[in-house]
Structures are given as C-alpha cells and as structure tokens.
C-alpha cells in the first residue's frame, strides 16, 4: 500500500531561563533530582530564595545551613531580600527542574514557610528574523500557539533530536548547520527519483513526476517550521533555535511506501535495522506528516510505534486531509501518537482537516486565505535556489506540535512520551468560539497547543488541571460533597495568600490551573503556565 504524502497545497520582555547540571559534588541528589544531563548555561541556577516562618535575623547563616543538612544539600546563605526573604547558594549549579524539585523538598521542612528557585532573567527576545512578522502561526492570540512564551524558558538543547521523516530536506541557508547526517530509506526506484535505492543521502532530489506534478519540497517545509535557524537576520524562525534535525526520507515520486516508514521510524529511534549503518543520533521527537487512508492501524505499524516509544520517543502525526474521520486514516489512527487537526489563523478548524475522538490536540495548519510560511526551495523539479512560501495542511500543523513537544523535552528531558502528551494537552488553550467553523474537544482534540503553557508544565513536571480534581472520601450513604468556593486573592504578578494549606486556581474566561500550597503562592505563569492564553488572569483560593 503506498502513502499519500502530497497533503500539502501551495496555496519577549524577560526571558526567566536556568538549568542545573548535578555534579559529583552533589551526586548524593542525583536519584532525587536527575541525571547527569548536559545543560545550558542560561538554563542553570546557583541560588534559592527561601522565606523562613521564624522571620528573626537572629543566626540566619546556621538556620539556612541546618535547613539544607535536612535535605542533605549544603546551603549559604548569602543576603537577606526585601519581603524577609533570603538568598542562599548552592554548592554547584542545578538544571531548573532538578532546582524546582530541591525547593518543593525544601518547602516541606516545617520551619520552611517557602523556597524556590532564584532563576536567572535576561532581555526577552524576540527573533530578528525579517519574516517573523508573518508567522502569525506563532503568537497571534486566536490561531497562534504562544510560543514567545516558550522562548522565554527555553529555546532548545543542543542535545536533543527531532527526525523528520518526510521526502528529505534540500540545503538552505536557514537550515544551515541544523541538520544531522540522515538516511534515505525508499527503496523502489521509481519513488526514489535519485538513481537509487536506500542509500546514506537524505537530501530531497525532488518528487516531480507523479501526475506531472512540480516538486514539493514538503519535508524542506516541515524542517523549517521545526527548526530553521532563528535570529539569524534572515528568513524565518523555527521553533526549535539549537536542537538538531534528522533527514529521514521516507517519501519521493508519487509517495512512498508504509514499509520504508515504518523501517525509518525504527532507525530514528536508534533501532538496529538489517543492512542499514546504526543510527548514531537518536532521536526524542519524531515528525510524520504522512499517511495513507487505513480503517485501522496495521499490526506492523503499531509494532514499530510500541519500540519507539519504549525508548523514549514522541510519535507525532498530522490526521490528514480528507476532511473525514481520523479514524480512517493512519499512522494518525494508531495508538501512542500524537495525533494533529489543523486550525485556521482565526482558530476556527480547518475544512481540510480530518477530525475525531482520535485527535490529540489542534495546531495552525493554515486555510481561509492564510497559511505557514517556511522554507522551501524555488526548482519546480531538481533543486534550484533557497525559497520561503506558504503552505497548508495539517502536515503543516504536526511539526508546531513536535516542535513544542522538543521544548518540553529540552526542558524537562526525563519527562516519558505519555507525559509529555498528557501536559501539552492539559494545558492546550481553549478553542475560540464564533469562528466560521468551531472546533470543539471531541473532534478537535483537547485544545489549540499552547507551547508557553506546555514548556512551563514540563518544566513543573506535573500535568495542569482544566477542572478540580475530585477529593477522595469515604462514600457515606445520603450525603453529598459540597463543591468548593473560591475566594479571589490576586491579580496576575501578585501574591496569593491564605491560612493553612489551600488549592489554588489562576486563568480566565472559564480556563485554570490548578495547584495545592501552604500560606502563599505567587499569581504568575512561571508557576501555573498559562491556562488562559491572551485573558486576564487572577488567583483564587477554595473556601
């Protein structure tokens, strides 16, 4: 059975980053807080800031140092803030997530009344790009995926890999240096449209040819949208600034084959596969913005989605475009992928797009007069010249969502492709209603992506809340649990504050986050993500 890969019709302020490497100085946390895990400088801190319940200056270097002794970490102190707070060092510098998890330790300690983080802030960046100003895809508020946002906390890590398994990538200026050494792994000749078979070249020769159609460039497209060089005064921006992309082509003339793709999922995964040279980059997130009409998924397939995600390794699918039932379509029908619908700028669902109970979440793919603008090439059959245009389809809309998926995970590398689907839906935004066609959750998916919100929760490591949890009780017969109420406490950048130990909610417009804190927690983003993306956000706490 062959693929129809041809889906797609021409048509900051503050950055707060950190991150914390443990060393052998601290190797003692390592099965608390992480592994030893490359990370980048401005992704590290050094220091917390501690708020005691004994707020008496008296011997606070000795009080800090016992604190710290209970959690065996050695703290200093270093100054006291304004607000009875405190500066304390540690001995080596921690990733953010491994200091977060420190803090909570820390907060637990009774004379503790709070601790976090004291996390590093720099200019808010936006790309310098020239043509950033029309990826609307990125930051609008109706049909954008938040992304500054996710910027502001992390815009990669060298380390990670996302495999683009599509018709290969062609050279261009604004992939330069992003991409991996691939494979070619279409076999048949015809399809091939390079002289040969498999072979170590995952250059995109072009896929002209079938039904005398010009070349795509699609896997060029989708490479640029996941990770073209960004701020580099040129072009456009990728999603992903530092991790590096992994050509694996899959698809040529008139498509390709479910068996190469199936074969070049494995390999991505780092899966030894007979007579192909081993896979020496690994890779996190794949992208498979292919697919075929399939009532279900194939046993072969699931199989290959079962290896790879055992190893670590996000599967994200666009659902197609046959604006029918997702269930019919595959690798997107499968289970343990990331299924994408596509919306149009204004977040209304796309008319192209496939829908169903089996979307994951929803992401731009472009329609009604707008579409994704990336890298392209300008050869209507070999390659010519590097290019931009705009696309759309719901390929289109699969890499906004690998590309978050790569953020979260260059934020939070331990989190497991289950967690990592469980937090991006959990805090995808709300789908906007009085569109031309509104989406909804159940053929939509659980919301538009939001990337600033999902990036937040990985690095929090614990999946948002759209709706309470239900408190265990005991069943008593003939009584009910009364729902709670909510005491507003503060506005957006504010302090929550409160007696004892209390769930907190903070959003908007019908969407929160939900926490649970002793005494105080502050109303911001950086400790809920953003569950109301562009709404005016406060904190309220249940009576």
Not at 37 to 61: F, G, H, K, N, V
Request: aromatic letters at 6%.
């Amino acid at each position: 059975m062959k693929n129809s890969s041809k889906w797609a019709s021409r048509s900051v302020c503050c950055a707060i980053l950190a991150a914390t490497s443990i060393t052998p100085a601290l190797a003692g946390l390592q099965k608390d807080f992480g592994s030893l895990i490359p990370a980048s400088a401005d992704d590290q801190t050094q220091q917390l800031i501690i708020t005691m319940r004994d707020q008496s200056p008296d011997e606070m270097p000795r009080r800090m140092r016992e604190v710290g002794a209970s959690a065996a970490v050695a703290l200093s102190h270093v100054r006291k803030m304004s607000g009875n707070a405190h500066v304390v060092k540690l001995e080596q510098r921690m990733r953010h997530a491994d200091a977060r998890r420190l803090a909570r330790l820390l907060a637990a300690d009774p004379r503790v009344q709070s601790a976090e983080p004291d996390l590093r802030v720099f200019a808010q960046q936006l790309p310098n790009d020239p043509m950033f100003a029309q990826q609307w895809h990125y930051y609008e508020a109706a049909g954008g995926i938040n992304l500054p946002a996710a910027w502001d906390i992390t815009s990669g890590a060298p380390s990670l890999v996302i495999a683009v398994l599509d018709s290969g990538v062609t050279a261009h200026a604004d992939l330069a240096g992003r991409i991996l050494p691939g494979y070619d792994f279409i076999a048949n000749l015809t399809n091939a449209n390079d002289g040969s078979g498999r072979d170590a070249d995952a250059n995109d020769p072009g896929d002209y040819g079938c039904d005398n159609s010009n070349s795509s460039w699609h896997g060029t497209h989708v490479a640029g949208t996941l990770g073209a060089s960004s701020s580099n005064s040129s072009g456009v921006s990728g999603i992903n600034w530092k991790s590096r992309l992994l050509p694996v082509r899959v698809t040529g003339r008139c498509g390709g084959y479910t068996s190469d793709l199936i074969d070049g999922l494995r390999w991505a995964a780092g899966i030894e596969i007979a007579g192909i040279p081993s896979n020496p980059n690994p890779a996190r997130v794949a992208n498979i913005s292919l697919g075929t009409a399939s009532d279900n998924c194939s046993a072969a397939f699931q199989s290959a989605i079962n290896d790879v995600t055992a190893r670590g390794m996000v599967v994200v699918t666009a659902a197609g475009n046959g604006g029918t039932a997702v269930s019919a379509f595959s690798p997107a029908n499968c289970s343990g992928v990331i299924a994408v619908a596509a919306i149009t700028r204004s977040g209304a669902k796309a008319s192209y797009s496939n829908t169903g109970s089996m979307v994951t979440i929803a992401a731009p793919g472009g329609g009604a007069g707008s579409g994704i603008l990336s890298t392209v090439n300008t050869g209507l059959t070999s390659p010519a010249a590097d290019g931009y245009a705009f696309f759309q389809g719901t390929s289109m809309a699969a890499p906004h969502v690998a590309g978050t998926a790569s953020l979260m995970l260059s934020a939070n590398p331990t989190l497991t492709p289950a967690q990592v689907r469980q937090l991006m839906q959990s805090s995808a935004r709300a789908f906007p209603v009085g569109t031309e066609s509104d989406c909804h959750p159940g053929i939509c998916g659980a919301g538009i992506v939001n990337a600033g919100a999902a990036v937040a929760a990985a690095l929090a490591g614990a999946p948002l809340a759209r709706t309470p949890p239900v408190p265990s009780t005991p069943q008593i017969a003939n009584t009910t649990q009364p729902a709670p109420t909510w005491k507003q406490c503060a506005d957006e950048g504010g302090v929550c504050r409160f007696s004892g130990t209390r769930q907190v909610r903070y959003g908007g417009n019908g969407a929160y986050a939900y926490k649970s804190a002793s005494e105080a927690l502050a109303c911001s983003n950086s400790v809920f993500g953003d569950p109301a993306y562009g709404a005016l956000k406060s904190c309220q706490y249940a009576n």
